[in-house]
């Protein structure tokens, strides 16, 4: 009888164990995500003319590189604007200038009047161009335009 009685209470055991098995339940939920898109613009290269009076070629100016990153998909545009005011978009795709210290004429222009983001930096540059012919203002053998007071151009990204 005893081993009856063990048995028994051995299948109950069992029986009790396997119906108290851990319950769940579940639920979904969104991720939302606000993203405003954005563009950065790294240090412009300073454009370099190098001239002579009455040259008979026009001057191809140097450097003027940048790069511009901004949101994948995102189209962005290049404005340039005369002097070193504040920047009011979107600017002019050429800008011609007379030097006040060396009184040369030049024109400066952009490599491309935009792009679509990529997500990763993409590179453009200033360009430069400065007529033939000209003669300048400069009382010694060579001078510089280290005083000139229109220097100083902004570029603009317009997004």
Do not use: E, W
């Amino acid at each position: 009888m005893k081993k009856i009685l063990l048995a028994g209470f051995v299948a109950l055991a069992g029986f009790l164990s396997s119906n108290a098995q851990a319950q769940s339940t579940s639920g979904t939920f969104n991720v939302n995500i606000t993203l405003t898109s954005a563009c950065t613009l790294t240090a412009i290269a300073d454009v370099d003319f190098a001239y002579t009076s009455f040259q008979a070629a026009a001057a191809t100016a140097t450097g003027g590189g940048f790069s511009v990153s901004c949101t994948n998909s995102r189209p962005y545009t290049f404005g340039l604007q005369a002097g070193n005011g504040a920047a009011t978009p979107p600017g002019a795709a050429t800008i011609n200038v007379t030097d006040s210290a060396v009184n040369l004429t030049y024109d400066l222009a952009l490599s491309a009047a935009g792009g679509t983001g990529t997500g990763a930096a993409q590179a453009y540059s200033v360009t430069g161009n400065m007529a033939a012919g000209q003669s300048g203002t400069c009382a010694t053998a060579t001078c510089t335009n280290a005083a000139a007071t229109n220097r100083v151009h902004t570029l603009i990204v317009n997004f």
